[in-house]
């Protein structure tokens, strides 16, 4: 029922910036927490960052604490991940997605609709 469509992934030197896209189609969007969650090579999906219904709390990973900024765009039912200072550790396939409930996690098992991911790769 809910549909995510991501973009803004690509390759960029280290120290330089990308900010991702995700927007959603389907019900009661508004309503509902969003996360950012990440895929480096040979590694499990882990948790970037997470944000209310109502864009009120964030939560970062320590990893990427300082550097990225999540936000959401309600009227435009679009959520952002600004990486600011990338590094080569940052590479990765960036996924987003729809919470189950109102509020964030950090845990994948909380997250019920996900975008298809896109690839960012940060050179040395």
């Known amino acids: 029922q809910v549909q995510l469509v991501e973009s803004g992934g690509g390759l960029v030197q280290a120290g330089g910036s990308l900010r991702l896209s995700c927007a959603a189609s389907?019900?009661?969007?508004?309503?509902?927490?969003m996360g950012w969650f990440r895929q480096p090579p040979g590694k499990e999906r882990e948790f970037v960052a997470a944000?209310?219904?109502?864009?009120?709390?964030?939560n970062y990973a320590d990893s990427v604490k300082g550097r990225f900024t999540i936000s959401r765009d309600t009227g435009k039912s679009t959520v952002y991940l600004q990486m600011n200072s990338l590094k080569p550790e940052d590479t990765a396939v960036y996924y987003c997605?729809?919470?189950?409930?109102?509020?964030?996690?950090?845990?994948?098992?909380?997250?019920?609709?996900w975008g298809q991911g896109t690839q960012v790769t940060v050179s040395s």
């Open positions: 997605a729809k919470g189950k409930g109102l509020y964030i996690s950090t845990s994948y098992r909380a997250y019920d609709y």
């Open positions: 944000i209310t219904w109502n864009g009120g709390t964030t």
């Open positions: 389907g019900r009661a969007f508004s309503i509902y927490g």
